[in-house]
Every structure is written in C-alpha cells, then in structure tokens.
Antibody
Framework: EVQLVESGGGLVKPGGSLRLSCAAS????????MNWVRQAPGQGLEWVSS????????YYGDSVKGRFTISRDNAKNSLYLQMDSLRGEDTAVYYC????????????WGQGTLVTVSS | NFMLTQPQSVSESPGKTVSISCTGS????????VQWYQQRPGSAPIIVIS?????PSGVPDRFSGSIDSSSNSASLTISGLKTEDEADYYC???????????FGGGTKLTVL
C-alpha cells in the first residue's frame, strides 16, 4: 500500500525553525517528484515546494522562497522541509504529496502535520 | 502569475447534478491540464479528476471533468448527488512560466 507519513510539526516561536519529514513506503520513492502543500486553519490549499526525483529541479512558492528548503534522501525513502525564519502566517497543516508519473496529479497525500507559529 | 478562480460555495439537493467552475487567469488552461481534489473535513485531499477529464480508478463515474476553451475554464460535474459528496473541492494546475503548482481557492459543496 502506498503511504506517506509526515512528522515533525509542533509549536514554534516566530523567527524559529522546524524540520518536517515525510516517510514514504509502498512505492519506488526515487522515481517520483514530491511536493509539500500547506493549509492554514479554515483556508484553502497552498503549494509550498516541489523536488524532482534526484533533486535536479527544485521549486518554491513565493511566500516561502528564501526561508524554506526542500530536500530528499532516496536511500531513506524520505522527504524533508527545513523551515527557517518562521512567521505567524506559516501556521498550517503541512502535507506531503506524490506527483503521479506522467501526470500532473498529486496522489496520494499524507495525513498532514500541524505547524503552529506563535509566541 | 497564473491564478485559478473558483466559486466559494455551491449547493444542491441529493440526486441532482452540480457543476463547479475553475477559471484560469491567462494562457490555455487545457494545455496545462487541470486536476480536481475532494477534501472532507479533517481529512487530506484525494484526487477525483486528473488531466482535465480522467477519472482515477475507484472514483465513481458520477464525477466528470471538462474544459471550455472559450472561457479558459474547467468544470467538475457531479451527478446523482449523495450526502457523502459534501466536501470542499479544489482545482489545480501549473504555471508553465515558473513550474509552480497552482490551486484554486476551493469550493464548498453543500448537499441538502
């Protein structure tokens, strides 16, 4: 069964840092582009970042560029998001999502991990 | 930057048909391909339509997607509405100028 499990969320003060992880199983992780998508409380989905299978290409949304860093370890079947200089508006549930092969679709998604930025 | 616009909410009765629109701000929405996701409260999104009109396995054939190039918009149509279809629906595509993933603002579907 294809599964994505996020971890690392929690409460952090403004200006602080946090590292999220996404553990993948049930598929050949190194073959897929992976994404982080977030959802602020009561709000819609916002794409954060994507990374291709061997980290050749990395993209970020404007709101996190220069503060967040996406990375992956194919040997550990894991995706990461290093979040620095956190702000209140970064408070959200963070999902990792796999991009389907030969498709534009994100499928499946993990269950999400909550990040709260507050003093 | 490329943007997708959806209505905030729609409502319809069980057994009826409803359509949710998603309008692209520029370019050709069809060539960038549109996906649709369903998100029930407290759950992660799941794909219901990919590549404009492809229905993944396991998604009921009551769900369909279409493109109207004249208005640069996509639509998700759900027929034979069930109370379990009540959820938020998001369209998604790509900004080809910067390879960014783009989501619409989401539409809350109420089945009453």
């Amino acid at each position: 069964e294809v599964q994505l499990v996020e971890s690392g969320g929690g409460l952090v003060k403004p200006g602080g840092s946090l590292r999220l992880s996404c553990a993948a199983s049930g598929f050949t992780f190194s073959s897929y582009t992976m994404n982080w998508v977030r959802q602020a409380p009561g709000q819609g989905l916002e794409w954060v970042s994507s990374i291709t299978s061997f980290s050749n290409y990395i993209y970020y949304g404007d709101s996190v560029k220069g503060r967040f860093t996406i990375s992956r370890d194919n040997a550990k079947n894991s995706l990461y998001l290093q979040m620095d200089s956190l702000r209140g508006e970064d408070t959200a549930v963070y999902y990792c999502a796999r991009k389907r092969l030969n498709s534009r679709a994100l499928d499946p998604w993990g269950q999400g991990t909550l990040v709260t930025v507050s003093s | 930057n490329f943007m997708l616009t959806q209505p905030q909410s729609v409502s319809e009765s069980p057994g009826k048909t409803v359509s949710i629109s998603c309008t692209g701000s520029s370019g050709s929405i069809a060539s960038n391909y549109v996906q649709w996701y369903q998100q029930r409260p407290g759950s992660a999104p799941i794909i219901v339509i990919s590549e404009n009109n492809q229905r993944p396995s396991g998604v009921p054939d009551r769900f369909s997607g279409s493109i109207d190039s004249s208005s640069n918009s996509a639509s998700l149509t759900i027929s034979g509405l069930k109370t379990e279809d009540e959820a938020d629906y998001y369209c998604q595509s790509y900004d080809s100028s910067n390879h960014n993933v783009v989501f619409g603002g989401g539409t809350k579907l109420t089945v009453l």
